[in-house]
T-cell receptor
Protein backbone atom coordinates (compact mmCIF):
# COMPACT_ATOMS: atom_id res chain seq x y z
CA UNK A 1 0.00 0.00 0.00
CA UNK A 2 1.25 3.49 -0.86
CA UNK A 3 1.68 5.66 2.16
CA UNK A 4 1.15 9.17 3.33
CA UNK A 5 3.88 10.46 5.63
CA UNK A 6 3.71 13.21 8.20
CA UNK A 7 5.94 14.50 10.97
CA UNK A 8 4.17 13.29 14.15
CA UNK A 9 5.28 16.33 16.15
CA UNK A 10 4.27 17.49 18.65
CA UNK A 11 4.49 21.07 17.49
CA UNK A 12 4.31 23.29 20.57
CA UNK A 13 3.62 26.90 19.57
CA UNK A 14 2.47 30.03 21.43
CA UNK A 15 -0.88 31.61 20.74
CA UNK A 16 -0.73 33.89 17.73
CA UNK A 17 2.09 31.98 16.05
CA UNK A 18 2.08 30.76 12.47
CA UNK A 19 2.70 27.04 12.06
CA UNK A 20 3.07 24.89 8.95
CA UNK A 21 2.71 21.17 8.46
CA UNK A 22 3.91 19.19 5.48
CA UNK A 23 2.88 15.80 4.23
CA UNK A 24 4.32 13.66 1.43
CA UNK A 25 2.56 11.01 -0.57
CA UNK A 26 3.98 8.30 -2.78
CA UNK A 27 1.05 7.43 -5.06
CA UNK A 28 1.23 9.76 -8.05
CA UNK A 29 -2.21 8.51 -9.13
CA UNK A 30 -3.93 9.95 -6.06
CA UNK A 31 -6.85 12.12 -7.08
CA UNK A 32 -7.82 14.22 -4.11
CA UNK A 33 -6.34 15.35 -0.84
CA UNK A 34 -7.78 16.62 2.40
CA UNK A 35 -6.78 17.87 5.82
CA UNK A 36 -8.80 16.53 8.73
CA UNK A 37 -8.42 17.45 12.37
CA UNK A 38 -9.01 15.03 15.20
CA UNK A 39 -9.42 15.99 18.84
CA UNK A 40 -8.52 13.51 21.55
CA UNK A 41 -11.04 10.64 21.67
CA UNK A 42 -13.21 12.26 18.98
CA UNK A 43 -13.87 11.50 15.33
CA UNK A 44 -11.90 13.11 12.48
CA UNK A 45 -13.55 16.26 11.16
CA UNK A 46 -12.92 17.64 7.69
CA UNK A 47 -10.89 20.83 7.86
CA UNK A 48 -10.44 21.52 4.17
CA UNK A 49 -9.92 19.98 0.76
CA UNK A 50 -6.60 20.68 -0.96
CA UNK A 51 -6.47 21.97 -4.52
CA UNK A 52 -3.53 22.34 -6.89
CA UNK A 53 -4.17 26.05 -7.10
CA UNK A 54 -4.01 26.38 -3.32
CA UNK A 55 -6.96 27.33 -1.18
CA UNK A 56 -7.58 29.42 1.87
CA UNK A 57 -10.25 29.31 4.55
CA UNK A 58 -9.85 32.04 7.11
CA UNK A 59 -6.62 31.42 9.01
CA UNK A 60 -5.95 28.16 7.18
CA UNK A 61 -4.17 27.78 3.84
CA UNK A 62 -3.60 24.47 2.04
CA UNK A 63 -1.29 23.82 -0.89
CA UNK A 64 -0.72 20.82 -3.13
CA UNK A 65 2.48 20.33 -5.11
CA UNK A 66 1.94 17.41 -7.48
CA UNK A 67 5.43 17.60 -8.97
CA UNK A 68 7.06 17.09 -5.58
CA UNK A 69 4.15 15.06 -4.18
CA UNK A 70 3.64 17.03 -1.02
CA UNK A 71 0.79 18.83 0.68
CA UNK A 72 1.04 21.62 3.20
CA UNK A 73 -1.21 23.26 5.77
CA UNK A 74 -0.48 26.72 7.15
CA UNK A 75 -2.25 27.99 10.25
CA UNK A 76 -1.93 31.70 11.00
CA UNK A 77 -2.65 33.41 14.33
CA UNK A 78 -2.91 30.10 16.21
CA UNK A 79 -5.67 29.80 18.81
CA UNK A 80 -5.77 27.52 21.83
CA UNK A 81 -8.70 25.76 20.14
CA UNK A 82 -6.45 24.78 17.23
CA UNK A 83 -4.76 22.20 19.49
CA UNK A 84 -5.50 18.84 17.87
CA UNK A 85 -4.01 16.20 15.62
CA UNK A 86 -3.99 17.15 11.95
CA UNK A 87 -4.37 14.27 9.52
CA UNK A 88 -3.20 14.46 5.91
CA UNK A 89 -5.46 12.31 3.75
CA UNK A 90 -5.34 11.08 0.17
CA UNK A 91 -8.04 9.57 -2.01
CA UNK A 92 -6.46 7.31 -4.62
CA UNK A 93 -9.64 7.35 -6.67
CA UNK A 94 -11.25 4.20 -5.25
CA UNK A 95 -13.15 6.36 -2.78
CA UNK A 96 -10.90 4.78 -0.14
CA UNK A 97 -9.12 7.34 2.01
CA UNK A 98 -5.59 6.73 3.23
CA UNK A 99 -4.69 8.67 6.34
CA UNK A 100 -1.28 9.89 7.38
CA UNK A 101 -0.32 9.16 10.96
CA UNK A 102 -1.14 12.73 11.97
CA UNK A 103 0.75 15.73 13.30
CA UNK A 104 -0.03 16.82 16.84
CA UNK A 105 -0.31 20.55 17.49
CA UNK A 106 -0.34 22.05 20.97
CA UNK A 107 -0.99 25.78 21.13
CA UNK A 108 0.11 27.24 24.44
CA UNK A 109 -1.11 30.38 26.20
CA UNK B 1 -29.56 16.79 9.02
CA UNK B 2 -25.84 16.97 8.41
CA UNK B 3 -24.53 14.35 10.77
CA UNK B 4 -23.63 10.71 10.94
CA UNK B 5 -24.86 8.93 14.06
CA UNK B 6 -23.50 5.74 15.57
CA UNK B 7 -24.76 3.44 18.30
CA UNK B 8 -23.75 2.36 20.81
CA UNK B 9 -21.14 4.88 21.98
CA UNK B 10 -19.38 2.23 24.03
CA UNK B 11 -19.51 -1.56 23.88
CA UNK B 12 -17.85 -4.19 26.02
CA UNK B 13 -18.14 -7.77 24.82
CA UNK B 14 -16.68 -11.17 25.50
CA UNK B 15 -14.95 -13.25 22.84
CA UNK B 16 -17.98 -15.53 22.46
CA UNK B 17 -20.56 -12.76 22.14
CA UNK B 18 -22.37 -11.58 19.03
CA UNK B 19 -23.06 -7.84 18.79
CA UNK B 20 -23.78 -5.24 16.12
CA UNK B 21 -22.68 -1.67 15.56
CA UNK B 22 -25.10 0.68 13.84
CA UNK B 23 -24.57 3.77 11.71
CA UNK B 24 -27.13 6.13 10.18
CA UNK B 25 -26.99 9.19 7.93
CA UNK B 26 -29.74 11.27 6.35
CA UNK B 27 -27.63 13.41 4.04
CA UNK B 28 -28.53 11.42 0.93
CA UNK B 29 -24.97 10.14 0.66
CA UNK B 30 -24.64 7.00 -1.46
CA UNK B 31 -21.32 5.76 -0.09
CA UNK B 32 -20.76 4.56 3.47
CA UNK B 33 -17.65 3.28 5.17
CA UNK B 34 -16.35 1.44 8.22
CA UNK B 35 -12.95 2.35 9.67
CA UNK B 36 -11.04 0.95 12.63
CA UNK B 37 -8.81 3.22 14.72
CA UNK B 38 -6.39 2.04 17.40
CA UNK B 39 -5.02 4.45 19.98
CA UNK B 40 -2.49 6.97 18.61
CA UNK B 41 -2.90 5.55 15.09
CA UNK B 42 -4.79 6.88 12.07
CA UNK B 43 -8.11 5.36 10.94
CA UNK B 44 -7.77 2.28 8.76
CA UNK B 45 -10.37 1.50 6.12
CA UNK B 46 -12.29 -1.76 6.58
CA UNK B 47 -15.25 -1.68 4.17
CA UNK B 48 -16.82 0.58 1.54
CA UNK B 49 -20.44 0.40 0.44
CA UNK B 50 -21.42 2.22 -2.72
CA UNK B 51 -25.11 2.40 -3.66
CA UNK B 52 -25.80 -0.24 -1.01
CA UNK B 53 -23.35 -2.74 -2.51
CA UNK B 54 -20.06 -3.77 -0.94
CA UNK B 55 -17.36 -2.35 -3.20
CA UNK B 56 -14.23 -2.65 -1.03
CA UNK B 57 -13.27 -5.16 1.65
CA UNK B 58 -9.76 -4.43 2.87
CA UNK B 59 -8.99 -8.08 3.73
CA UNK B 60 -10.95 -7.83 6.96
CA UNK B 61 -11.34 -11.09 8.97
CA UNK B 62 -14.72 -12.78 8.61
CA UNK B 63 -15.52 -12.20 12.28
CA UNK B 64 -16.48 -8.70 11.06
CA UNK B 65 -19.54 -8.80 8.80
CA UNK B 66 -20.91 -5.58 7.27
CA UNK B 67 -24.48 -5.07 6.15
CA UNK B 68 -26.19 -2.19 4.35
CA UNK B 69 -29.98 -2.60 4.74
CA UNK B 70 -30.73 0.64 2.88
CA UNK B 71 -29.03 3.81 1.70
CA UNK B 72 -29.20 5.43 5.15
CA UNK B 73 -28.10 2.55 7.35
CA UNK B 74 -24.89 0.60 7.79
CA UNK B 75 -24.31 -2.17 10.30
CA UNK B 76 -21.23 -4.04 11.41
CA UNK B 77 -21.93 -7.47 12.90
CA UNK B 78 -19.32 -8.77 15.32
CA UNK B 79 -18.79 -12.41 16.27
CA UNK B 80 -15.97 -14.25 18.06
CA UNK B 81 -13.79 -11.16 18.32
CA UNK B 82 -10.32 -11.14 19.85
CA UNK B 83 -8.96 -8.70 22.46
CA UNK B 84 -6.78 -7.10 19.75
CA UNK B 85 -9.99 -6.04 17.98
CA UNK B 86 -10.57 -3.50 20.74
CA UNK B 87 -10.56 -0.10 19.04
CA UNK B 88 -12.66 2.87 17.99
CA UNK B 89 -14.92 1.90 15.09
CA UNK B 90 -15.80 4.84 12.89
CA UNK B 91 -18.54 5.07 10.29
CA UNK B 92 -18.38 7.66 7.52
CA UNK B 93 -20.45 8.69 4.53
CA UNK B 94 -19.91 10.70 1.37
CA UNK B 95 -21.48 11.73 -1.89
CA UNK B 96 -20.49 9.56 -4.83
CA UNK B 97 -17.35 11.66 -5.06
CA UNK B 98 -16.27 13.91 -2.26
CA UNK B 99 -15.23 14.41 1.29
CA UNK B 100 -16.16 11.87 3.91
CA UNK B 101 -18.03 12.80 7.07
CA UNK B 102 -17.46 10.73 10.17
CA UNK B 103 -19.72 9.66 12.98
CA UNK B 104 -18.57 9.89 16.62
CA UNK B 105 -17.55 6.24 16.67
CA UNK B 106 -18.19 3.22 18.87
CA UNK B 107 -15.46 2.48 21.39
CA UNK B 108 -15.25 -1.32 21.53
CA UNK B 109 -13.55 -3.34 24.24
CA UNK B 110 -13.22 -7.10 23.80
CA UNK B 111 -12.52 -9.00 27.00
Amino acid sequence: RKEVEQDPGPFNVPEGATVAFNCTYSNSASQSFFWYRQDCRKEPKLLMSVYSSGNEDGRFTAQLNRASQYISLLIRDSKLSDSATYLCVEDTGRRALTFGSGTRLQVQP
Amino acid sequence: DTEVTQTPKHLVMGMTNKKSLKCEQHMGHRAMYWYKQKAKKPPELMFVYSYEKLSINESVPSRFSPECPNSSLLNLHLHALQPEDSALYLCASSQAEGEQFFGPGTRLTVL
